[in-house]
């Protein structure tokens, strides 16, 4: 991302929903009063975050980069089907670029819904979806000062779990 340029990139999704990509820390506090609403039975946030190790190798960093346009159009339709499947009020999804340090949060993803059942599945739904399906690369810096980009098809060869 050029951060020359604003630092967030946001697009209108549906009313209620809310996506960005930022250069900017990500806020567990706004991500949820976005999601929250009186009709709200319950409010799910997914949290991604960097740990300090990849498969028993320390991890110093994380950098993410993103074809941002089409990723906010990822977001956006990940919005919608979630709106096609459950009743939720409002859904969000923010996720950064840049390099980020062991304990920062890359992704934030909250589903409001009037059932908790609903919200988790969303929620589940959403993570997995924008793994899949968005155009954001992960490279992984180790301790030993080497780098590596994750394997796009990483998330397909664990069980279909990223």
């Known amino acids: ?28 506090d706004e991500v949820y009063a976005l999601a929250d609403d009186g009709a709200n039975g319950a409010i799910v946030v997914m949290s991604g975050m960097v740990r300090n190790q990849t ?32 009743p939720v009020t409002h859904s969000v999804i923010h996720h950064r670029t840049g390099r980020l340090a062991v304990g920062d949060i890359s992704v934030l993803v909250a589903v409001g819904s009037p059932h908790r059942s609903e919200a988790f599945a ?17 490279k992984e810096h180790w301790a030993d000062g080497s780098s590596s980009w994750v394997s796009i098809g990483a998330c397909e060869q664990v069980d279909g779990v990223c």
């Open 1 to 28: 991302m050029d951060v020359s340029r604003s630092q967030v990139l946001q697009a209108p999704a549906l009313a209620g929903d809310y996506v960005a990509i930022t250069f900017a820390p990500l806020s567990l």
């Open 55 to 86: 498969e028993g190798r320390p991890v110093v960093s994380l950098e993410y980069q993103a074809y941002e346009p089409m990723a906010i159009r990822v977001f956006q339709q990940i919005a919608t089907d979630i709106r096609q499947r459950w």
């Open 122 to 138: 969303a929620c589940q739904y959403a993570i997995d979806t924008l793994k899949h399906n968005a155009p954001i690369w992960k």
